[in-house]
Every structure is written in structure tokens, then in C-alpha cells.
């Protein structure tokens, strides 16, 4: 893996960057945050020896470097997900790449099914801890000891400062705004009534297809995780419709303005 992190890292400074502080994963209908940044440059996956490319719908597949507050940032518009046929190797290079860049804290962002009976559609949940239902680990096979310990301690998986930060910047601004766990799940399908009734059973206040490897490989690489969903369909029985691609879209992209100014917080404040 070193071999061809190394060739992704020598292409991508060829644009001669300002070394990030922040890195941003940008996740389905999340898109247009980059409209608030500062974009000094930017490159393709296609365009980055080793680099997945992205496959699905609103995800455009390319890294961009720029500030936000003033702070150099590292953007991921577009992510890889297991359901792809990616390995998790593969799902969470971007975050190895970006840490390997310089960034010193990563901020994740995804759409996800509301589980909770308190949740409505275009609300913010901040994720505090997560349920991992993969069914594979970015970790597993032989460690590389220079990018991360065997037994990684997932003891605070998202960062607590950056917890508080956002939960009152959510009640000052009066944005419909919670605090829970995101369930991880491979997809692509959406779940059955009664896996939905499993989920909220085990303790799930969002379930979603992402994030969690993500935030594993970046626990590894020991960098604090500030995780952030947009609940974009309801998944209580009370709730529960049918509901489409364009639906969700739609439902993110409403949302997208309060996450991106909670997002802009985060970088101000750390």
C-alpha cells in the first residue's frame, strides 16, 4: 500500500499545494459546499495513480484544494462505497492519501435513513458513535505499523470538542439539529421494515452505506473525526414510505446550507 500512496502523493503535489489542515469527505447531495470555498486547486481521481473513482449519482469525483475560514482544506467531492465493489482498502484510500497530505483533523458528511421517532426529513444529526454492520474491516490483513497501530482504540471514535462546538452552533442558529449513532450497513439496497425494526432495536438513530471505514482508517492514522448526517428519508414504522434517488437528493441538498455553515464552524474553531 505504501508503494502506491506514494505515486497518488507525488502526482498530487505536482499542483504544488498549500499543505491542508482540514480534510472533508462530501457525501450524496453534499456537493455544493465547494461553492464556499476559496479553490486554489483541484484534480480528478481519474488523474491520481491508484485513486478510486467514484461512481455514483451526485458524486463528481475529484479532490479540491483551497481555504475555508482562511484554513487550507482538502475536499473529497465524491466518495467510494462498498456496494461499488470496492475493497474497503479502496473505500478508504482518500482518507489515507489526505492524511499523508498533512491534514491533522478529517470532517465527514453523508446522507442517512432516520430511525428515530424525533427525526424529520432535511434534519442534521451530529454522529457520536456508530454500529458497525459491514461485513468487512478496512484494518483487516497485515498492518502497516508506520501508518497506524494493529489495535486501534475506538474508545472515542468522534471527537468530543468538536461534538459540543457543533451542538450549540446548531441550538444558537435554531437549526433542526441531534445528536446520535449512525448504523453502517453494505447496501446498495435499502432495508426491509423489520431490518429498520433491528436497528433502532440495537440502538441506531441513522443508518447509512458509509463513513464508518472512513473514520476507522482515520482513527488508525489518529486523527480526530467530526461526522455529520442529513437524515434524508424516515425509516419508523410510523414513517416509512417508498422513496427515491431524486427524493433523497432533494432532501440533502436542502439541508446542505445549515450543514455547510456547521461545517465552516468547524474549521474556524479548530
Do not use: W
Not at 74 to 100: A, C
Amino acid at each position: 500500500m505504501l508503494d502506491q500512496l506514494n505515486k497518488s502523493l507525488a502526482v498530487i503535489k505536482e499542483l504544488d499545494i498549500e499543505k491542508p489542515e482540514f480534510g472533508i469527505i462530501l457525501g450524496t447531495g453534499l456537493g455544493k459546499l465547494v461553492e464556499k470555498v476559496d479553490i486554489k486547486q483541484t484534480i480528478s481521481y481519474e488523474s491520481i495513480p491508484h485513486f478510486p473513482v467514484s461512481t455514483v449519482e451526485s458524486h463528481s469525483g475529484r479532490l479540491i484544494f483551497g481555504r475555508i475560514e482562511n484554513k487550507p482544506v482538502v475536499i473529497m467531492q465524491g466518495r467510494f462505497h462498498y456496494y461499488e465493489g470496492y475493497s474497503m482498502e479502496q473505500v478508504t484510500y482518500g482518507v489515507r492519501v489526505m492524511k499523508l497530505l498533512g491534514i491533522s483533523k478529517l470532517i465527514i458528511s453523508n446522507a442517512a435513513g432516520g430511525l428515530n421517532n424525533d427525526y424529520e426529513k432535511s434534519d442534521l444529526m451530529i454522529i457520536e458513535d456508530h454500529i458497525n454492520l459491514f461485513p468487512e474491516n478496512p484494518l483487516r490483513g497485515k498492518n502497516e505499523d508506520s501508518l497506524g497501530p494493529r489495535f486501534p482504540d475506538m474508545y472515542e471514535p468522534y471527537d468530543k470538542n468538536m461534538i459540543k462546538i457543533a451542538m450549540e452552533y446548531g441550538r444558537d442558529e435554531k437549526v433542526r439539529i441531534h445528536k446520535g449513532v449512525y448504523a453502517g450497513v453494505q447496501g446498495p439496497n435499502l432495508e426491509t421494515p423489520a431490518e429498520y425494526k433491528f436497528l433502532r432495536i440495537i440502538g441506531a438513530d441513522a443508518v447509512g452505506m458509509s463513513s464508518i471505514p472512513e473514520n476507522i482508517v482515520a482513527v488508525h492514522m489518529g486523527l480526530p473525526v467530526f461526522a455529520i448526517s442529513v437524515i434524508t428519508d424516515l425509516c419508523t414504522p410510523e414513517k416509512l414510505q417508498p422513496v427515491s434517488v431524486p427524493e433523497i437528493i432533494a432532501a440533502a441538498e436542502k439541508a446542505e446550507p445549515a450543514m455547510t455553515r456547521i461545517i465552516a464552524r468547524m474549521v474556524a474553531e479548530f
